[in-house]
C-alpha cells in the first residue's frame, strides 16, 4: 500500500487521508509505503522538518492500523523520497543525513527507501529551485551510496 504524504496534512486543503480512511488494515497489505518530498529541506530529519505534518499524521495512520489489526504488523518503507535544491547541496545533503539517522534509530525493520533522483524542470511541474530532485555533487552521492550500502 502505497500513500501520498502530502494528503496527510492535518486542517489544510490537502488532509483527505488525515482521518486515516485511506490506510487498509495490516492484515491486507505487507508494506506500508509513503511518496514524501520536501522541496525545501532544512537539514532537519523528517519527524522535525517542513514536512513535519504529513510525516506524523501518516506515521499515526500506519500505526494505528497496526496495533488495530491482530495479525501479523505490516512494514514501513519510503517508496518515493525527494529533496529539493532551493536550501543548497549541503543543507539537502544534511537533511538526507539527519534521516538516514532518524530511521535507522526510530525503524530498525525499515522495508524500503528510495530516492526519486528526478529533474521535473524540464517537463515544467515545478520551479527548478524546488524540485530538483536529482543531487549530482560528488558529497551527495557518497552520503547516498553510504546509506545504500549500511548492513
Known sequence: MAAEAFEYQ????????AGC????P?????DYLVDIYE????GGNLADSPVQDQWRTWL????AANRDDTGRPAALGIAEYGLGTLAGNAIRRRTLMADAAYLARRFPRFALWEYWWQDDEPAGQCSPASCDWQFTDPATTRAWHAIETRA
Do not use: E, H, L, Q
Request: proline share 16%.
Open 10 to 17: 492535518p486542517y489544510t486543503r490537502w488532509d483527505k487521508g
Open 21 to 24: 480512511a485511506f490506510i487498509p
Open 26 to 30: 495490516a492484515r491486507y497489505v505487507d
Open 39 to 42: 522541496p525545501r529541506p532544512d
Open 60 to 63: 499515526r495512520c500506519v500505526a
